[in-house]
């Protein structure tokens, strides 16, 4: 993002901070970049909370130091992803304008779309182009508006540094995972036919959809329907604490009494994912979805592929972070490969960042 630019490239580790856990993946800055490394490290349940707010500093802190201790990382520069409703993302409507104008501009247009004080928040955009459905009365382009207040940004930045690392680059995580997924799926879709696609993020603390538009993010939404909303629904279920609850989610799932909890809330995530889905589809007459690709922890939630197959306007398909990536490190093993295919999409695109990027 603009404010957070650095002056010099660097190659970068990507690190993805959630409230079950941070996940750093390490990519060579080659012309075929190699993963070189990666580590996950779990997080106790009361570090963040769903929303997003560090309940437990020194625990993260810890959690980081340990992170990179034994994860075989060449650098301590690290490209990281905000998390939580301090920072949104919003596609508006505006006069046609240069992108100068638009930065001249920026905080007043923004007033009117977030809800924050313009004066506490770092403000960042992308131009997305014409606003097809005015061009025949006041002409007015599409702008992918981002707001990250600033207090959180520069908290976050202290946290990292206190665990000994290098803060390059702050991104969103709808941004780093469309960067993950225009390097490894670019040619794919267009070998496909395809030029849109709904990324979807079942991540502990909130599900994200972004769309992917040729090489744009240009529509980013998060739902609080997540991975522990379901557990607490098991939680209150059986009067159990909040890690028995998830045990009993993961390694009970297909007792009778758990299974159809799980096909519900299924169906009640996939429902939601439609509403978004047709929201962005109504905001012209001309949009449609071709593909739909999913990851995070939350793919594995019994009888959730099926449902979304049974629901979604578009094929769907598991988004693999390292379709691209043409080797691995030697200190990386299978295991943790199979665990970046579900868990690391937004950790690699982090990492596929340059300390130079806008």
Known sequence: MRFLDSLLKKQLVGLDIGISGIKAVEISSEKSP????YNRIPLNWDTISIEGE???RNALVQALKKLFSVG???SKNVSVSAFGRSIISKRISVPMMTEEELDEQLYWEAEQYIPFNTDEVNLDFAILGPNTQTLAQEPKMDVLLVAAKKDFVNSLK???????LNPVIVDTQAFALGNSFEFNYHSWLKEQGCTTAVLIDFGAGSTKISVIEG????FSRDIQHCGTQCT????????VNLEDAERLKIEKASDPSIRPLLIEYSHLISDEISKSIDFFLSQANDRSVDAIF??????????????????MPAPVYLLNPLKHIVGTGHQVNQIAIQEIAYLGAVATGLSLRKSGDH
């Open 232 to 239: 607490e629904i098991i939680m209150e279920k059986f009067g």
């Open 294 to 311: 999913t990851c995070g922890g939350g793919v594995n939630l019994l009888g959730l592929n099926e449902v979304l197959k049974e629901k």
């Open 54 to 56: 560090i309940k437990d």
């Open 215 to 218: 090489h744009q993010t240009t």
């Open 72 to 74: 075989n990382f060449s």
């Open 34 to 37: 190699r993963l070189l490394a």
């Open 158 to 164: 202290s946290l990292v540094k206190e665990a000994g």
